[in-house]
Nanobody, 127 residues
Framework: QLPLVESGGGLVQPGGSLRLACAAY????????IAWFRQVPGKGREGVSC???????????QYADSVKGRFTMSRDVARRTVYLQMDNLKPEDTAIYYC?????????????????WGQGTPVTVSS
């Protein structure tokens, strides 16, 4: 069983919405940092959003400036799943979206921070 499994990607028109999910079944969920990254061919992996087990409310969730006000990250600990609600999507949001996890607090939007990665789910924003 893969440690992290993303789903929910697809093709959407500009201004549309998608909700990504990341299932993380092989972890204790006691101490964790979970993040969403994205990558386009030829570019580095960009941190999009993250939260951690010490994030007591939504104010502690971090977002890249490019997605603030449009993307919302949330979690369902009982389902061991995190989500990324993406609204008002733009063509520049087109990328492979990856989920990453580390069994430490707090979260950071740096790829070197994370030990476990999913295989990615593609998001294409185009008319």
């Amino acid at each position: 069983q893969l440690p992290l499994v993303e789903s929910g990607g697809g093709l959407v028109q500009p201004g549309g919405s998608l909700r990504l999910a990341c299932a993380a079944y092989g972890f204790s969920w006691n101490y964790y940092a979970i993040a969403w990254f994205r990558q386009v061919p030829g570019k580095g992996r960009e941190g999009v959003s993250c939260l951690s087990s010490d994030s007591i409310d939504d104010a502690f969730t971090q977002y890249a400036d490019s997605v603030k006000g449009r993307f919302t990250m949330s979690r369902d600990v009982a389902r061991r799943t995190v989500y990324l609600q993406m609204d008002n999507l733009k063509p520049e949001d087109t990328a492979i979206y990856y989920c990453a996890l580390d069994e430490r607090e707090p979260c950071r939007l740096h790829r070197t921070r994370y030990d476990y990665w999913g295989q990615g789910t593609p998001v294409t924003v185009s008319s």
